[in-house]
């Protein structure tokens, strides 16, 4: 009886763990995704579902995390965030402007002293600017007022990608041309875009409103730095290298600049016209190819599958459909070398580490 009564005040064995259960509703992931130490978190949440459902691309929690992935690099959830030293960016790139259009600097600086719209003049704003909104707004008050300057400064507007998920305001404006703005347009898409919501719906359709070969969000973060399909074409180029012979830059750019063909090195072109009887096409062919190399069209051409079949016969196996492109960033606002690939890897480090919370 003894024995049994100290059995019977055991304790009993605790429980397992019970693993967290995570939301499945798409407001709730995106929540979750968002820091918690992000100004408006609620705001943030209601911008970045309205983008999913006006362009009914799917709020998977990877998806989630890819954009929420993307504006933390971008702008760390700040909508219009200060740039140090922004003044002296502006001042550098007009000067580099102004020698590449042949105008003298002396004559830049005497015409932006002129009074603008605020009373002070317009070096005064460059001057006094903390963020891009602060300097576009300069540049769009002088070319609409200054006599000639729209027709002679109206592209020297140097915040060329804008807002919290630093969208591009060509791609912005040629996408608002095939599908409609969701929102009201107080001034411009280009404006929009240092709205909140306008570049995260933008910033959405960029990142994932498109078809792509690719096995993994790597590429479509380096998609989002260098433009849309540049790994499938960056990949494309390194299969037509292999079976032309050509060393070519994997740069996810098919088409040369302005169109030129330049002997040597690099010219995607060249080389694929290198192939022309192996492929069984001629010039017109091969360059009307090339120039679908921002649709999902590229891979249904007979150029990009001869190429494929190849390349992956000369290498005995099947070759990647996707790599990162290899380019070096330049611009107004990048002061140290950096790279595509550190941009996509850096961003799939912050995509990896959402997903994990």
Not at 47 to 57: C, I, S, W
């Amino acid at each position: 009886m003894l024995l049994g009564s100290c059995a019977s005040e055991r304790p009993a064995p605790a429980p397992a763990p019970v693993s967290p259960v995570r939301p499945t509703d798409p407001r709730a992931l995106i929540l979750r995704s968002i820091p918690q130490g992000v100004s408006d978190r609620a705001g943030w949440e209601a911008d970045v579902y309205a983008g999913f459902m006006a362009l009914k691309v799917r709020a998977t929690p990877d998806n989630i995390c890819a954009v929420a992935a993307v504006i933390e690099q971008e702008s760390g959830f700040h909508v219009d965030p200060v740039i140090p030293g922004l003044p002296a960016i502006a001042w550098r790139e007009i000067d580099k402007r102004a020698e590449h259009a042949g105008i003298p600097t002396t004559v830049v600086h005497e015409v932006l002293q002129l009074k603008s719209s605020s009373g002070q003049t317009y070096a005064e704003r460059i001057d006094l600017a903390r963020t891009e909104k602060d300097l576009s707004d300069v540049f769009e008050d002088f070319t609409g007022s200054v006599p000639l300057g729209r027709s002679v400064f109206a592209s020297w507007n140097p915040i060329r990608t804008r807002g919290p998920m630093q969208v591009n305001v060509a791609f912005a404006e040629q996408f608002a041309k095939t599908a409609p703005y969701p929102y009201p347009v107080k001034v411009s898409i280009a404006d929009e875009l240092f709205t909140r919501r306008g570049s995260v719906y933008f910033g959405i359709a960029h990142l994932l409103d498109y078809q792509a070969p690719y096995d993994r969000y790597l590429y479509r973060f380096a998609d989002y730095n260098a433009g849309q399909y540049a790994s499938r074409n960056a990949a494309f180029q390194s299969a037509l290298a292999r079976a032309s012979g050509t060393p070519l830059v994997p740069d996810g750019a098919l088409v040369s600049h302005g169109g030129l063909l330049i002997p040597g090195e690099g010219n995607t072109e060249l080389a694929a016209r290198s192939l022309a009887d192996r492929l069984n096409l001629g010039d017109d062919a091969i360059r009307s190819a090339l120039e679908e190399g921002r649709t999902q069209a590229f891979e249904r051409t007979a150029l990009y599958q001869h190429v494929f079949a190849l390349a992956d016969r000369a290498a005995g196996r099947p070759l990647p459909r996707a790599i990162v492109p290899s380019i070096s960033l330049k611009g107004p606002k990048i002061r140290s070398t950096l790279t595509t690939e550190w941009y996509a890897h850096r961003v799939n480090e912050r995509f990896t580490q959402c997903l994990g919370n």
